[in-house]
């Protein structure tokens, strides 16, 4: 298969999505958070249980913002990106690492993976859907 350059184009902005997503979360940024994602979209996660709509996600956003603003740092890093792209519509997947520091101590969460379908709108991709897996359960207090 040859990539043209659409499809190029389109894939380092899937990536830059990622990355703008995961970078924001932890930086407590919420707008940027909500901007990465459809006004109907659907996020599930062990954290969070499912989430749905732009008020809800907000909310997912927040609860963030305030942990880190309470003294939690979440890294989240993501690696191993792959991208099926059929015009507007696109299927991602990526393994998921997140550490988090608090009081002086870092500590991985259990490894995962985010299995993501996007759809691209004016030129902007974003989540339309977002599923957090992880290899086992665990609670994260504070949430």
Do not use: F, N, P, S
């Given at each position: 298969m040859t990539m043209t350059a659409g499809l190029i184009e389109d894939r380092f902005a899937i990536n830059d999505l990622f990355v703008?997503?995961?970078?924001a979360l932890d930086a407590g940024e919420v707008e940027t958070v909500l901007g990465c994602f459809?006004?109907?979209a659907m996020l599930q996660s062990p954290a969070i249980g499912t989430r749905s709509g732009t008020a809800a996600i907000r909310d997912f956003a927040e609860r963030f913002a305030a942990m880190r603003s309470a003294?939690?740092?979440f890294r989240h890093l993501i690696t191993n990106?792959?991208?099926e792209i059929s015009g507007t519509e696109a299927r991602a997947t990526c393994?998921?690492?997140?550490y988090i520091t608090r009081d002086g101590k870092s500590a991985p969460l259990p490894p995962g993976r985010y299995e993501?379908?996007?759809t691209k709108h004016n030129d902007t991709w974003r989540f339309r859907r977002r599923v957090v897996f992880h290899?086992?359960?665990y609670v994260l207090?504070?949430?």
């Open positions: 703008r997503y995961t970078t459809t006004a109907d003294g939690t740092q990106l792959a991208v393994y998921l690492l997140v993501c379908d996007l290899d086992h359960d207090e504070g949430l």
